[in-house]
């Protein structure tokens, strides 16, 4: 404990505040408008009806950062401080969590499983209140902090490669590489499933994401030693601004070497999602919405051409 005490001292005097980073806008609309094709019949109707706000509304958690000070915790957890084998250190229950590391503790290093937990319970009572604007509003937010434990980033405290030389890896990994691969990524992933304790299911990923987290920064590393400077990066014009971003030929080569890595994770967020949707309505004794009446099955073709989202409308999120 004392280790813990002397490494959270450390990092709170000598690290910049952490800035709140997650899959790019661009990315987060994709998924929460993926998951609503995995929905079964008796709830696509009412989720298809909605997949407009749902999508648009994927990002909501992101820009509250401006506004809510308590937002960026619930965005990731540093699981890394608490030791090398910090999964079998930490209790999944927060309650437990709180009384073995302190709450300030937990606050710092982030609080993203328990707070998918919260929102699931929102998400359950809005759906058993049969209230929509708060169904919509919970499902968008709950579909943003999933995606979020999917990236091997928001697993550490290294989370923008700062303390390994590798600053900016973060907006490369989980925003470059999906504007410019996404297109060839296939998101159908099937039907959800009922999840029994939507706590493991985030713990259970949050472990799954940092398993890979090695992969991506010794990637990165091992190309960065072959390319010269000037190969790795080039300018883009985003709006008024030109900003330096990853070559597409650096970011062609990283991602062939991280092998499906960012399609595998984001296909997975789009799954673990619409398992979750479902549960909460399940859990909620499921409820007769409005627009089930016109369920059906979705179509691949119309998940296709239904596809209303562009690279220009989603590359203005900035890290």
Do not use: C
């Not at 709140?20 to 009412?46: C, D, Q």
């Not at 709450?103 to 319970?121: A, K, R, S």
């Not at 989202?309 to 900035?318: D, F, L, M, P, V």
């Amino acid at each position: 404990m004392k280790k813990l005490v002397v490494i959270i001292l450390f990092t709170l005097l000598f690290l910049p505040a952490k800035q709140l980073n997650s899959w790019g806008f661009h990315a987060h609309k994709l998924i929460n408008r993926y998951a609503v094709f995995t929905m079964p019949e008796e709830l696509i109707g009412f989720f298809k009806k909605h997949i407009d706000h749902l999508t648009e509304h994927s990002v909501d958690a992101d820009k509250r950062r401006y506004a809510v000070k308590e937002e960026a915790p619930r965005h990731y957890i540093d699981i890394d401080v608490y030791g090398k084998n910090p999964f079998e250190v930490m209790p999944r229950k927060w309650n437990d969590a709180v009384e073995k590391f302190t709450e300030d503790t937990l606050v710092t290093y982030g609080i993203v499983p328990w707070h998918i937990q919260t929102i699931y319970n929102r998400l359950v009572k809005a759906f058993s209140d049969k209230d929509v604007e708060y169904i919509l509003r919970n499902a968008s937010d709950l579909g943003h902090y999933v995606a979020d434990t999917h990236v091997p980033l928001h697993t550490s405290l290294n989370y923008n490669g700062q303390l390994t030389g590798q600053k900016g890896i973060h907006a490369f990994w989980e925003s470059r590489l999906p504007e410019l691969f996404s297109d060839n990524y296939d998101f159908l992933v099937g039907t959800a499933n009922y999840r029994y304790s939507v706590l493991d299911v985030a713990w259970e990923t949050v472990e799954q994401s940092h398993a890979a987290l090695d992969s991506v920064l010794d990637f990165d590393k091992q190309l960065s030693q072959t390319y010269e400077q000037d190969k790795q990066y080039s300018y883009e014009k985003r709006g008024q601004k030109t900003i330096k971003v990853r070559s597409e030929e650096f970011s062609a080569a990283y991602h062939e070497k991280l092998n499906g890595m960012v399609e595998k994770r984001l296909r997975k967020s789009v799954k673990t999602i619409g398992d979750l949707w479902y549960s909460a309505w399940v859990d909620a004794g499921q409820p007769i919405l409005d627009g089930m009446q016109e369920s059906e099955n979705p179509f691949v073709e119309e998940i296709i051409l239904d596809h209303r989202i562009t690279k220009e409308g989603a590359r203005g999120h900035q890290h």
